[in-house]
Nanobody, 129 residues
Framework: QGQLVESGGGSVLSGGSLRLSCAASGYTYSRYCMGWFRQAPGKEREGVATVASNGDTNYADSVKGRFTISLDNAKNTLILEMNSLKPEDTAMYYC???????????????????????WGQGTQVTVSS
């Protein structure tokens, strides 16, 4: 049984940085999409950044230039580097994998609604002004 375990969340001041990690185990897909999504209280879950198995990345407009997604294949770990954090970045952040999803569909808007999404348990990020 596969598992996604997030870590690295916490509380920072506006302008600060955090690095989220997602350790993936038990998955052996040759084609997949992985990503970070977030959900603030009372709001719908939204895509933050995705990376396809071919290395293509996609970002939400709200985080472009501030966040960087990467995949350490040797360690089976998905990383999200978050810089210049703002209070509106406060949310529960979830790691996800979508087995078999094409790179063309591996976007922040499509991946979340794709069939077969596997979610992690989430890690809280709080940014205060």
């Amino acid at each position: 049984q596969g598992q996604l375990v997030e870590s690295g969340g916490g509380s920072v001041l506006s302008g600060g940085s955090l690095r989220l990690s997602c350790a993936a185990s038990g998955y052996t897909y040759s084609r997949y999409c992985m990503g970070w999504f977030r959900q603030a209280p009372g709001k719908e879950r939204e895509g933050v950044a995705t990376v396809a198995s071919n290395g293509d990345t996609n970002y939400a407009d709200s985080v472009k230039g501030r966040f960087t997604i990467s995949l350490d294949n040797a360690k089976n770990t998905l990383i999200l580097e978050m810089n210049s954090l703002k209070p509106e970045d406060t949310a529960m952040y979830y790691c996800a994998i979508v087995p078999g999803l094409s790179s063309a569909s591996c976007t922040v808007s499509v991946a979340r609604r794709s069939f077969g999404v596997i979610w992690g348990q989430g890690t809280q990020v709080t940014v205060s002004s």
